[in-house]
């Protein structure tokens, strides 16, 4: 079973950026779909990004394309998400998650399906606040 660690949330200033980090152990990113997901206060955990490590494909959600990274070290077993441009609506709680791929058609349909499947594997969730 894959255990997932992130880090890199803090306090920033709108226009700036952060790079948040995903660790992962137990397994190894071979066949999983890796996911980054958000929750702002009283609203449903949205996809953010979600990446095959397969083929390295990428999926992001229209509020973050071209501001948003997402990147992989597997040699390393790590997942990143750097974040530019940040705006005060990215204030959320930001988590990593990993599915098998067999789990999901497409990932696409992570980022879209799993806030609401209780599969795979979560962090606990880091905070990131934007504000001046």
């Known amino acids: 079973q894959l255990q997932l660690v992130e880090s890199g949330g803090g306090l920033v200033q709108p226009g700036g950026s952060l790079r948040l980090s995903c660790a992962a152990s137990?397994?190894?990113?071979?066949?999983?779909?890796i996911g980054w997901f958000r929750q702002a206060p009283g609203k449903e955990r949205e996809g953010v990004s979600c990446?095959?490590?397969?083929?390295?494909?990428?999926y992001y959600s229209d509020s973050v394309k071209g501001r948003f990274a997402f990147s992989r070290d597997n040699t390393e077993n790590t997942a990143y998400l750097q974040m530019n441009g940040l705006k005060p609506e990215d204030t959320a709680v930001y988590y990593c998650?990993?599915?098998?791929?067999?789990?999901?058609?497409?990932?696409?349909?992570?980022?879209?399906?799993?806030?609401?499947?209780?599969?795979?594997?979560w962090g606990q969730g880091t905070q990131v606040t934007v504000s001046s």
């Open positions: 998650a990993a599915v098998g791929i067999l789990r999901m058609p497409s990932v696409q349909a992570m980022c879209n399906r799993m806030p609401f499947i209780d599969i795979g594997s």
């Open positions: 990446m095959s490590t397969t083929d390295g494909f990428t």
């Open positions: 137990g397994d190894t990113f071979d066949y999983y779909y």
